[in-house]
């Protein structure tokens, strides 16, 4: 499968740091451009900069920016897909996969996947790449109205809880959440992660597994 994905729980921790390396190297570009989707509000253009800093240091350029609370423009998504690789924020999942809905841009990302670009997600955005997003949940996000199919962009075939914290009662959260999705769930600690390049998928620090 042609596919090249990062999943973060968090990037503004250090042990961030061996995910971004591996990044770069996945995009494989110098000063590659990088795309931002707000999943939601971004006033003045806060979370942009900050993440501009961020990809800045990296060698990589934040050129483009969508927020979804905004009206959307036609051209949004062209200057998105001309990017070498697409930042999807964290923030509320469902208020998230509910605009990616009303701006049609589910197909689009597939397609931009399957092209060949890179997509990063953190927290919220790294769900977007699961099957469906009901492990948001277990994170704290709430369900928003008029959002009754939670199906996402399915790039990848597991479930994934950001910020996880080892203990009993994250773990049986975890079970609870496998069982009733039939779906192997991750659980992620912030500074840790995923990349996914074809059908290898490298995990970064100790995630865990839960099988349903």
Same mark, same amino acid.
């Given at each position: ?21 591996? #990044?770069?190297? #996945? ?73 990616? *809905? ?12 399957? *092209? ?20 948001? +949940? ?11 199919? #939670? ?20 773990? +049986? ?40």
């Amino acid at each position: 499968m042609k596919r090249r994905l990062a999943l973060y729980s968090d990037q503004s921790v250090p042990a961030s740091a061996r995910i971004d390396e591996r #990044l770069m190297s #996945l995009i494989g570009r110098p000063r590659p451009s990088i795309g931002h989707i707000a999943a939601g509000r971004d006033p003045r253009g806060y979370w942009f900069q900050r993440n501009a800093a961020y990809y800045a240091a990296l060698g990589a350029r934040l050129t483009e920016g969508v927020v979804m609370a905004s009206p959307p423009d036609a051209a949004d998504w062209q200057r998105l897909a001309g990017c070498d690789a697409i930042h999807l924020s964290g923030g509320n999942t469902f208020f998230f996969l509910r605009a990616l *809905n009303a701006r049609g841009w589910l197909p689009k990302l597939r397609e931009y996947v399957a *092209n060949g670009g890179v997509l990063i997600g953190v927290s919220a955005g790294a769900i977007m790449m699961t099957p469906e997003i009901s492990s948001a +949940r277990l994170c704290g996000d709430r369900k928003v109205r008029d959002l009754d199919d #939670l199906s996402a962009l399915a790039l990848v075939d597991f479930s994934f809880a950001p910020h996880f914290r080892l203990g009993r009662g994250w773990m +049986r959260k975890l079970g609870d959440h496998a069982r009733r999705t039939g779906r192997v769930v991750l659980g992620c600690s912030d500074g840790d992660g995923i990349i996914v390049d074809g059908d290898v998928i490298e995990p970064f620090g100790d995630l865990a597994k839960v099988e349903p």
